[in-house]
């Protein structure tokens, strides 16, 4: 009888020592920053190469959207800016013959200067040939003002037809469908030949080699977390047993709630807590929505 009473104790002693061993200090579940990636343009989606549970790289090529009224839209500016610079004057030819007339007077000027030294020509000769150059000199002025005004109006008008095709050929890039950011696919929103309208979610994505566990902790354990302190995060294994995981404690909430009532307990839940989040590396096992436990 005595070592049966001396058994029962024992087996209490290690059941209490289990239990010890098992007390946490916060429990909550695991999330992940998700990423809602949407279409920019609307037009049928024509490829869209991805499927739920599927690891997509950054800068990936999952698909396109048809883009071909856009590159059509593209081409007719194209040629609206041909057509309307084919307009402008050609300056140098428009002023060719003007400067011609001045070439010949100047080769005048020196001839009459030269007899006007030999006293072969006269003072009004002179002075007629300098009037002369002058004259031209103004009108190739006058000329060239205006042809100058003509083409940069020309080419005013051709300025916001050139930023149509730049917004139409930034359209055009975002018709190709590419994944921003490394993660795995959560949900696919949209399918092959469906129509995608811009600002629509397309799929939801998540890095989930990294995890966040949202945890909650009282009042009175906030003395005891700083940011970024290492702790452990207890994850239910098979037989009953816990799988440990090393964290770090990435940010603890300012304001009080009360407890979720997912996780409490209902008396607990009249309790005000404060929310914090510990990242723990991945390594496929962790999933979202699953419970964790912690231990500062």
Known sequence: MKNVIILFLLALCLAACKSGKNKFDASGTFEAVET??????????????????????????????DSLQLYLKRKQLQAQIKALLSKRPDIAVQIAAIQEQIKQAEHEQKRVTELLKADAATQKQWDDINSQIAILNKQREALESNLGISSGSINEEATPLGIQIEQLSDQLQKCRLVNPVKGTVLTKYAEKNEVAIAGKPLYKIADLSTIILRAYVTGDQLSQIKLNQPVTVFVDSSEGNYKEYAG?????????????????????????VYAVKVKVNNYGLLKIGAYGEVKF
């Open 248 to 272: 770090v404690l990435e940010w603890i909430s300012d304001k009080a709630e009360f407890t979720p009532k997912t996780i409490q307990t209902k008396e607990e839940r009249a309790n005000l």
């Open 36 to 65: 809602m990636i949407s279409a920019e343009v609307t037009g049928t989606i024509k490829e869209l190469k991805l499927d739920e549970g599927q690891v997509l790289n950054e800068n990936e090529y999952v698909g396109y959207i």
